[in-house]
């Protein structure tokens, strides 16, 4: 068990970084955690990182490339302190009318996140809603930002364009970067991961805050962007691996699944069969290869420009790779869902550490709004 933790740690760091497992204790029962209590103590001084998740699906291979690794990383660097939430109120700006939905999704991803390594001793774990206090601090950044700031965000616009069989021009999606920007000051997030599509949404944030400290005082932290260079994972389609594309391998899918849809893949057209050359550039097989085959990747590339390698055979290997990658996760995440409780349990705890930490900035946002009389 602590091994199938350790090598997905290991992993996202190169092994630069790995929990020294001599430390390793239990808190929460059966979850093991490589943290020693000293190293809760210093956190103290550590940059604060916060990033979110809305949770509308299962985990597939882009958010695990683009979020998770660096996700594991942060957690292992001691100079850094992660607060990790569940955005169950930001699902609600384009999920509203699917809210059956939520306990599961709510529910699978935070196993996911364990599974995967998400320590939520050395990690605060919480849930956005089980902090009230986001939403009266919303209520009140949303009374000083301008509507023109929000309806100039590019992803609003999007959105609704995007998702127009459905009906979402709502108060709330107009005003989700407020709620985001809730969601990293309340704790006082210093640095958000993000990618190149949400740095709009940061900037605004930035000047929310910069408005608001300018108008009652110096209270909120203006965040930083922590740009990940991670390159878009493709799907079977060679578009961005997306749900809503219909493209993408899921972290949970079994070898079954994992083979037939790496076999819908698209390969580079010209090379039809093998002894074609190919150009592993343009192949969204390759790109994959590249994030999980570090061993196979060079003789790959190589034998797909001669043509010596033929896509089936280049597919099959990547599903192998794929297939063994995952398992030890999949296994893990199989002995954590049979614990009954135990997301409960972990969200319970991180809200438990989120929560003085979001009432002692709205207090400060009280008082310097004149409401604390
Ligand atoms: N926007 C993120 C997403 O689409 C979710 C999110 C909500 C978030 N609040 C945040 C991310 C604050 C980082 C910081 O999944």
Known sequence: MRCAVSRWVA?????????????????????????????????????????????????????????VENMLALQADPARECFFFIADWHMLTTHYDRTDELPGFVEGLVLDWLAAGIDPERSVVYRQSDLPEVAEMALLLGMITPLGWLERVPSFKERLRDMDERDIANLGLLGYPVLQTVDITIVGG??????????????????????????YGDVLVEPQPLLSATPLVPGSDGRKMSKSFDNAIGVRDDED???????????????????????????????????????????????CRTGELGCVDCKTLLADHLVSAFAPFRERRAELAARPGLVADVLAAGAERARPVARATLEAVRRAMHFDG
């Open 257 to 303: 699944t994992i083979r037939a849809k790496v076999r819908s893949f698209v390969t580079d057209p010209q090379k039809v069969r093998r002894g074609d050359p190919g150009r592993p550039e343009i192949c969204p097989i390759f790109a994959l290869h590249e994030r999980f085959s570090p061993d196979d990747v060079d003789r790959v590339e190589a034998t």
């Open 11 to 67: 992993r996202a760091c190169d092994g630069r970084c790995l929990p020294d497992l001599d430390r390793a204790r239990v808190i929460i029962p059966g979850i093991v955690t490589s943290l020693a209590q000293s190293d809760l103590d210093s956190a103290a001084h550590a940059t604060r990182v916060l990033t979110g998740y809305r949770p509308t699906g299962p985990l597939h291979l882009g958010h695990w490339a683009g979020n």
């Open 190 to 215: 210093e640095l958000v991961p993000v990618g190149e599509d949400q740095v709009a949404h940061l900037e605004l944030s930035r000047e929310i805050v910069r408005r608001f400290n300018r108008l």
